[in-house]
């Protein structure tokens, strides 16, 4: 132990136990040190190596997850409140609860489909409108069509 009690040897003291050693066994403790330093900087350069490679890996994956989430889970979440919305509302119908909700998913499937039917033209669309009127100094003049 030192003199100064941090439990470190000092300079001294080393130079003391390294007296009655050849410098044979100094040689090979120094040559064992720096084998040691070079296999532990090898190791550490692999394991940089590694993480510069499984870095971006981890991060697609991360970026598969959120996709997931973003496309998948988020809108089924709302079709699942939209669901149980809807459900609490039909169910103060009783016993035509049923029929009620059959007429709902009727009715949104042929708002739907008119929807898609639709024309795309270049007037702002009015919502509650089935046509576009033409608003002037918006949209384009469109031609009449010949049959």
Known sequence: ?????????????????????????????GLGSWVLAVITAGVTGLQSLLQLLLVPV????????????????????????????TAEAVSDFGIFGLLVAVGIVLATIYII??????????????PGFIVDPPLPGIGVEEEEQED
């Open 113 to 126: 489909a008119q929807f898609l039917e639709r024309e795309d033209t270049t007037d702002v669309p009015i």
């Open 1 to 29: 132990m030192s003199a100064s009690g941090s439990g470190l040897p000092s300079a001294s003291n080393l130079l003391d136990r390294a007296r009655g050693r050849g410098l044979t066994s100094i040689a090979k403790q």
């Open 58 to 85: 981890d991060l697609m994956v991360e970026l598969a997850n959120a996709s997931v989430a973003a496309f998948f889970l988020e809108p089924f979440g709302i079709v699942t409140s939209g669901a149980s919305t």
